[in-house]
């Protein structure tokens, strides 16, 4: 089983909103993100959710995932990620580590990181696009106790760094894997792309 870790629990300072609530079309930007995953062929979806909890479980309704909520959300993204690999099930083969602030990143996308995965060559799944790394990343769930204990300041990185010759990096392509929208002026551009 694969289990999707949605990273949704930060007050979204730099974009001047709440970007999960942002809104794409006729869904917010968490709405998006769950639904993508969801029809991606996951076996468990965690939210965690931080800053505006019940905001955040009011947009997803009734959809099958379950929330984990990170009391810390202020600390950075590795605080969340480790809320959401603690909440994950011990059933899980891998963790898909994606960002609420990507809504483009497409099911297809997914999949396309779940099939190399499943080749069994790689530890560590990064798509890229343009010679530049994105997000989702899909890790091994051996690297389960890596992630727990890894630095606050270096994340993800630290634990990559760490497995080089185990990681593959495939190239995709959708930009939406290097898009995250952070800034007003990148919703300004979602908008109108």
Known sequence: MITAVLLAAGESRRMGDFKQLLRLGEKT?????????????????????????????????????????????????????????????????????????????????????IQVFDQGQARIVIPRYDGRNGHPILLDEKLRDEILNMSAEDGLRQVVRAHESETQRIDVSSRAVIDDCDLPEDYDRLLSS
């Open 29 to 113: 930007f968490v709405e998006h993100c769950v639904d993508q995953l969801l029809s991606s062929g996951i076996g468990e979806l965690i939210v965690v959710t931080g800053y505006r909890e019940s905001d955040v479980r009011h947009a997803l309704g009734d959809r099958p995932v379950r929330f984990a909520h990170n009391a810390d959300y202020r600390l950075g993204m590795a605080s969340s990620i480790k809320c959401g690999i603690r909440a994950a099930s011990e059933k899980a083969r891998a963790f898909l580590i994606a960002l609420v602030d990507q809504p483009q990143i497409q099911a297809e996308t997914i999949r396309h990181l």
